[in-house]
């Protein structure tokens, strides 16, 4: 008998725009204050200095936007789009409460409050901040509705809510603004129909995903868990050039128990274990799990012999 898994959460990633990695100390001496009015030639290589630090944050070269942003304290270049950026680049190194402080200095700017919005949704709803995660990115797409990031965060609060046709929305209108990543949409969308057990759906987005952005790990993963989810283990657990094994065998080895698939659960976790070569404290942890719903699923029930 299959039954589901409570205590188990699908080994899947949701990207969001910008969602990076650990947190980390700032590398700045400061964060950037509020901006003070500053002479044209300023305003200038204010406006020049943005840009260059929007292309290295689209790029991912988050050393040279940090560099950038350094020069422009260093040179007291100011501007309320400096300071947004400043907050992206918090955003994309994980640190997401200082991001916020930054949107904060300039969400009441008109020019810089539809993406300040965004910026600070999106780093609301890394941080598990829901409510006002949702609430904000609400006021970012009412106030421009071309901001994709904003859109594709706002699916995945709607998705925690498991309100899917709010979600499915959501995607929809991120995936049809232009310049969206849509690879990172396409891969949030399939989670989205994993989450409502939609394999086949999920399949699709994830492979149309891989297709726009071939490097994109977290697709990879998910589109790894759908074929399990669907018992294909041995195609599931294919690995190539720079995968991890053991934390492949052991995402597919928690889709077997997700599943209820006990005996090839434990087969693949002990698989993950032994590739690790060490250790393995989340993998040991899913098999451990999995002994226990297996136990669970093979007591048998009790038939009361009470007169209704």
């Given at each position: 008998m299959r039954r589901s898994i409570g205590r188990l959460a699908l080994p899947i990633l949701a990207l969001a725009a910008f969602a990076g990695g650990?947190?980390?100390?700032?590398p700045f001496s400061h964060v950037f204050g509020k901006p003070h009015p500053v002479s044209a030639a300023s305003a200038d290589s204010a406006v020049l200095l943005a840009e260059q630090v929007r292309q290295a944050l689209d790029e991912r070269?988050?050393?040279?936007?940090t560099d950038l942003l350094e020069k422009a304290k260093a040179e007291n270049i100011q501007s309320p789009r400096l300071t947004a950026l400043t907050?992206?680049?918090?955003?994309?190194?994980?640190?997401?409460?200082?991001?916020?402080?930054?949107?904060?200095?300039?969400?009441?700017?008109?020019?810089?409050?539809?993406?300040?919005?965004?910026?600070?949704?999106?780093?609301?709803s890394m941080m598990g901040k829901s409510d006002e995660a949702l609430a904000t990115l609400k006021?970012?797409?009412?106030?421009?509705?071309?901001?994709?990031?904003?859109?594709?965060?706002?699916?995945?609060?709607?998705?925690?809510?498991r309100d899917w046709k709010k979600s499915q929305a959501a995607y929809a209108e991120a995936l049809a603004t232009p310049g969206?990543?849509?690879?990172?949409?396409?891969?949030?969308?399939?989670?989205?129909?994993?989450?409502?057990?939609?394999?086949?759906?999920?399949?699709?987005?994830?492979?149309?995903?891989?297709?726009?952005d071939p490097g994109l790990t977290a697709a990879r993963t998910n589109l790894r868990i759908t074929m399990a989810m669907e018992g294909h283990y041995d195609r599931a657990a294919v690995t190539g050039a720079g995968d991890d094994r053991a934390a492949v065998l052991n995402n597919v080895g928690l889709a077997a128990a997700i599943r209820g698939d006990?005996?090839?659960?434990?087969?693949?976790?002990?698989?993950?274990?032994?590739?690790?070569g060490k250790y393995y404290e989340r993998a040991a942890d899913n098999l451990q799990l999995t002994k226990e719903l297996q136990q669970k699923a093979q007591e048998p029930a009790i038939v009361s012999d009470a007169t209704p």
């Open positions: 650990p947190s980390f100390a700032s070269r988050l050393v040279d936007a907050g992206e680049l918090f955003i994309a190194r994980g640190d997401y409460a200082a991001a916020v402080t930054q949107f904060h200095m300039v969400d009441t700017n008109p020019g810089e409050r539809p993406q300040a919005l965004q910026g600070e949704g999106v780093a609301l006021q970012a797409t009412a106030a421009d509705k071309s901001l994709w990031r904003a859109w594709n965060a706002l699916g995945r609060e709607y998705d925690m809510r969206a990543n849509t690879a990172i949409v396409l891969n949030n969308r399939g989670y989205s129909h994993l989450l409502q057990r939609q394999n086949d759906l999920a399949a699709a987005d994830f492979v149309a995903a891989l297709d726009k006990y005996v090839e659960a434990g087969k693949l976790l002990n698989q993950a274990i032994e590739a690790k």
